[in-house]
């Protein structure tokens, strides 16, 4: 296995619950760039762009970046959805792009039972047109930025922890090594 795989996509396509199933599944460690970002800070995602904006935001992603690149190994990290532009992964990192279509990402979010916060999260969804027009930005990033590429759209976390794993050839765990 790469020393990390690194989970990238659009905002709310499933990075965070794909890294829990696929640390079920192989015994790997999972962390989510925001959730290290928001207890660095003290501050929710959202807190941080109203009080001081993307640009410190995107400083606090890089921080993050650096210290997981000097002492993470052998872990799944779910990165935020910008977070690729600051990620200079490990040369034993495995990048894996998660795909969909932003129709696809707002419909799965929408329809989830806690849509109303899920949304509130995300500072960048906040506006469908931008939200578009960033994810068309952002998508040859991605693509550049991944080893491989996953099209995600109607899968659960499990199907496409299950595709991650047959892709990249990881070695599943054993249920006693689980516990």
């Given at each position: 296995m790469a020393e990390n795989i690194i989970l990238i996509g659009f905002m709310g396509v499933g990075k965070g619950r794909t890294a829990r199933a696929l640390a079920r599944k192989t015994?790997?460690?999972?962390?989510?760039?925001?959730?290290?970002?928001?207890?660095?800070?003290?501050?929710?995602?959202?807190?941080?762009?109203?009080?001081?904006g993307e640009p410190f935001f995107r400083q606090l992603e890089q921080r993050t970046a650096d210290w997981l690149r000097r002492n993470v190994r052998n872990t799944i990290v779910s990165a935020g959805g910008g977070f690729f532009m600051t990620v200079k992964p490990g040369k034993h990192d495995t990048v894996v792009y998660l795909h969909s279509s932003v129709d696809a990402i707002l419909k799965t979010l929408e329809?989830?039972?806690?849509?109303?916060?899920?949304?509130?999260?995300?500072?960048?969804?906040?506006?469908?047109?931008?939200?578009?027009?960033?994810?068309?930005e952002r998508l040859p990033f991605y693509r550049k930025a991944a080893d491989v590429?996953?099209?995600?759209?109607?899968?659960?976390?499990?199907?496409?922890?299950?595709?991650?794993?047959?892709?990249?050839?990881v070695v599943q765990a054993k249920k006693a090594e689980q516990v």
């Open positions: 015994g790997y460690f999972a962390v989510d760039t925001d959730d290290l970002i928001e207890s660095m800070t003290n501050m929710k995602i959202r807190t941080i762009f109203a009080e001081h329809e989830h039972p806690t849509a109303k916060r899920k949304l509130k999260k995300r500072p960048l969804l906040q506006e469908m047109d931008k939200a578009r027009g960033l994810y068309e590429e996953i099209n995600v759209e109607g899968l659960d976390a499990e199907e496409i922890a299950d595709k991650i794993i047959k892709k990249l050839k």
